[in-house]
């Protein structure tokens, strides 16, 4: 049955594959900046009441990690104020919203992949102001789902670990990157697709699930993977070896989790499906983005 979707955030790397996935199923609104200003979460009210669908997607985030350190406010309002607005207009029209989270909630000193109900504990702003969304959407929505994944990356939105790699793996011989950070890749794609299957099943009660692809690696190892996944399609790389470095050694403003893997199966059991190794989707990203590119330009 096709249902009225109202999706927050399009141009981003879910909301892009969102749109694919979403649209030929349903009766599917895409809205994003300038169209909806998160930053303005007042507008949103009149937004959702106009259109009435019976379930909100929320794909939209403050997601500089580094630059929320400076930016604690706006990061507050886009990842927490907003979240909050849209969780009270769903509660009022009875839809559902489904809203992404992070890995980053978690502070990443265990050494098994965190369950749902596991105990947060944000280390940065960014992981900070995206766990005051969930609560805020817990306190004010009877129906919803929160998806935390992690690591993500695709062929849309804007630049992201795997469009890094191959442009930095264009201009240099050699890139040193964290081998002491450890979580799980996940292909937009694929996140888009459980969303998908969560909407099919539009269950009437709230739920928090964890969504990433399996396996486990360092953004080294990603590195390394990428190199290798990407030569074998004969991207133009000029890189010849990948360094492995400590978090120390690569400081950042924002500080992250070294352990940041997410047990899936909850929401494996929910849907009947096993998330793909990390390493097969990036393959397959790989071969998508080599035909989209040979047909156009993407900003890498």
């Known amino acids: 049955m096709s249902k009225s979707i109202l999706l927050i955030g399009c141009n981003g790397q879910i909301g892009t594959q969102l749109q694919k996935t979403l649209q030929p199923y349903n009766n599917l609104k895409s809205v994003a900046r300038p169209i909806v200003e998160l930053t303005q979460p ?6 959702i009441r106009e259109n009435q669908p019976e ?19 706006l990061a507050h309002i886009v990842n927490a104020t907003a979240p909050k607005v849209i969780a009270q207009e769903a509660e009022k029209l009875q839809s559902q919203l489904i809203h992404i989270s992070t890995d980053y909630v978690f502070d990443g000193k265990t050494s098994h992949p965190y369950e749902e109900n596991d105990l947060t504990n944000p280390l940065s702003i960014y992981g900070k102001t995206k766990l005051a969304g969930e609560e805020a959407i817990r306190s004010n929505c009877g129906n ?18 795997v469009k890094t790699m191959l442009r930095l793996g264009t201009q240099k011989p050699e ?17 888009a697709q459980t969303i998908a ?3 099919s099943k539009t269950p009437q009660k709230s739920y928090t699930f964890h969504y990433t692809n399996s396996g486990v690696a360092s953004w080294y190892d990603f590195a390394v993977a990428i190199f290798e996944e990407a030569k074998q399609l004969d991207f133009p790389l000029e890189i010849e070896r990948v360094i ?57």
């Not at 890139?175 to 996140?191: C, F, M, N, Y």
């Not at 050694?249 to 990390?278: D, G, M, Q």
């Open 144 to 161: 919803h789902i929160i998806l935390r994944t992690a690591w993500v990356y695709g062929t849309g939105g804007k630049s992201n670990f």
């Open 244 to 300: 492995p470095i400590t978090t120390k050694e690569y400081p950042t403003a924002a500080t992250r989790p070294n352990y940041s893997v997410l047990n899936c199966s909850k929401i494996s059991a929910f849907i009947e499906s096993y998330p793909p190794h990390w390493r097969q989707s990036l393959r397959k990203m790989l071969q998508e983005f080599q035909k989209v590119n040979q047909t156009s330009t993407i900003n890498l």
């Open 42 to 47: 007042e507008t949103l009210r009149d937004l």
């Open 197 to 199: 299957a969560l909407v």
């Open 55 to 73: 379930i909100i997607i929320n794909a939209a985030a403050y997601t500089a990690v580094d630059k929320a350190e400076s930016e604690p406010e």
């Open 175 to 191: 890139l040193r990157v964290v081998a002491d950070q450890i979580g799980s890749p996940t292909w937009a794609k694929d996140i």
